[in-house]
């Protein structure tokens, strides 16, 4: 099976850094990626990571290690309309289906 | 125009109805799927589908089921609604032509479903 573990809540300050981990666990993996979700709305495709190593979207970065079955997402210059929520996910054996994370929400303030 | 849309946006229906879920995409894209989210669980994958002619099932197909009319339409049927499919249900497409951009799903606005 699939299971994917990040933390359900992350708090930050305005113009901060924050990371947001994520290590899964597959029988397959062919890649890991990540999406942001505004209360309510659709989530919307930020990254993904094939390879290991670090991926940079102006101020979003994403990183893997598949050796370690580990990624995060770095979120730089935070602004307030960052505060969404953030998933990880995987695809693993059923083709370009994905396994998706619970969620971390992330709250950040002035 | 919205590149996937979902109809309808939000439902209230009753115990052991049959109710549909609609999905039309004009990205051109073969793969579709169909998520559930509930609070504090994530997306959970139901059913998805890679051609008109290939429907797989998800992580929580049971009690759901599905049909792909055409390249662009993929709907979502609950044969007797029960009140713990009350969520919000995502349709997604991708092009699965792999790298980053065949990885990334498009998702539909959603359709809030409550089952009294």
């Known amino acids: 099976g699939q299971s994917l573990e990040q933390p359900s809540e992350v708090t930050a300050v305005e113009g901060a850094i924050v990371q947001i981990n994520c290590t899964y666990q597959?029988?397959?993996?062919?890649?890991l990626s990540w999406y942001q979700q505004h209360d309510g709305g659709a989530p919307t495709f930020l990254s993904y990571?094939?390879?290991?190593g670090l991926e940079e979207t102006g101020r979003f970065s994403s990183f893997l290690s598949r050796s370690d079955s580990y990624g995060y997402l770095l979120l730089q210059e935070l602004q307030m309309k960052d505060s969404a929520s953030y998933f990880c996910?995987?695809?693993?054996?059923?083709?370009?289906?994905?396994?998706f994370g619970k969620g971390t929400s992330l709250l950040v303030t002035p | 125009d919205a590149d996937v849309t979902q109809t309808p946006r939000n439902r209230i229906t009753k115990t052991g109805k049959r109710i549909m879920l609609e999905c039309s995409q004009t990205?051109?894209?073969?793969?579709m799927y169909w998520y559930r989210q509930d609070p504090g669980l994530g997306l959970r994958l139901i059913y998805y589908?890679?051609?008109?002619?290939?429907?797989n099932k998800g992580e929580i197909s049971d009690g759901y089921s599905v049909s792909r009319q055409a390249q662009a339409k993929f709907s979502l049927s609950l044969e007797s609604a029960i009140p713990n499919q009350t969520a919000l249900y995502f349709c997604?497409?991708?092009?699965?032509?792999?790298?980053?951009?065949?990885?990334?799903?498009?998702f539909g606005p959603g359709t809030r479903l409550t089952v009294l």
């Open positions: 997604a497409t991708s092009d699965g032509t792999g790298g980053r951009y065949g990885n990334e799903q498009f």
């Open positions: 597959t029988s397959g993996f062919y890649g």
């Open positions: 990571n094939a390879l290991d």
């Open positions: 996910a995987v695809r693993g054996n059923s083709g370009y289906a994905l396994n």
């Open positions: 990205k051109g894209h073969d793969r």
């Open positions: 589908s890679f051609d008109v002619k290939d429907i």
